[in-house]
């Protein structure tokens, strides 16, 4: 079956533009989470949704990033008025459900260069 | 504060040999740890999960042990093959159980 999708791969933008990055999980899993990836780092949480319930938005680094989840499937990351320090590789990820007992499961990611 | 660290500097070895990868971590009592595969442009692959309670686990040519006294995790891959170089992440669970913290990862370099 198909596996986490996102899109654009690729995204180059002007600072201070607003962006929006779309992440498609795989379906039936009812947990997504958004991770930021700077070149040579490790993962950065920034936000889960775990079915229905309220978003885990304790990773996101400033007021200007905001995700929805519209439906239970389809997620979007928006990032506003974008900084250079913005610049890094925005990782989706879905699982069965939330927990560490469950695999997740990555998209290829979106590479955003903020110039 | 939580932490958790893999050694940031790269991993050379020769093809045949055994890798071993370390995970330490503090201020965390995870019931579960994974491990991840990620090739360079696309995003990690799960590999292995290993509970607190099973003190070593094996997949092939990949076994990961888990102290919880000595709070790490290490991870072996034998017979190397060049085909295995990547970056290797550990990652452990909040103690909620809710999501995943991942550690900075290591690059393995296999040799032929």
């Known amino acids: 079956g198909a596996g986490v999708s996102q899109s654009p791969s690729n995204k180059v933008t002007e600072k201070g533009k607003d962006v929006e990055l779309r992440c498609d999980p795989i379906?039936?899993?009812?947990?997504l989470y958004w991770y930021r990836q700077s070149l040579g780092q490790g993962l950065e949480f920034l936000i889960y949704?775990?079915?229905?319930?309220?978003?885990?938005k304790s990773g996101l680094p400033s007021d200007r990033f905001s995700a929805e989840r519209t439906g239970g499937s389809v997620s979007t990351l928006t990032i506003q008025r974008t900084q250079q320090e913005d610049s890094a590789v925005y990782l989706c990820?879905?699982?069965?459900?939330?927990?560490?007992?469950?695999?997740?499961?990555f998209g290829p990611g979106t590479r955003l260069t903020v110039t | 504060s939580q932490k958790i660290e893999q050694n940031s500097e790269a991993l050379n070895i020769q093809e045949g040999k055994t890798a071993t990868l370390t995970c330490n971590y503090t201020?965390?009592?995870?019931?579960?740890l994974q491990w991840y595969r990620q090739d360079p442009g696309r995003g990690p692959v799960f590999l292995l999960l290993?509970?607190?309670?099973?003190k070593e686990k094996r997949k092939e040519r990949l076994k990961v042990t888990f102290d919880t006294t000595l709070k790490q995790s290490l991870f072996h891959i034998t017979a190397s093959q060049p085909a295995d170089s990547a970056t290797y992440l550990c990652?452990?669970?909040?103690?909620?159980?809710?999501?995943?913290?991942f550690g900075g990862g290591t690059r393995l370099m296999v040799k032929p």
């Open positions: 201020n965390y009592s995870p019931a579960y």
């Open positions: 949704f775990q079915g229905n319930s309220a978003p885990d």
């Open positions: 990820a879905s699982s069965l459900a939330t927990g560490q007992l469950y695999e997740q499961y």
């Open positions: 379906s039936g899993h009812t947990a």
């Open positions: 990652a452990l669970d909040d103690n909620a159980g809710n999501m995943l913290t």
């Open positions: 290993i509970r607190e309670n099973e």
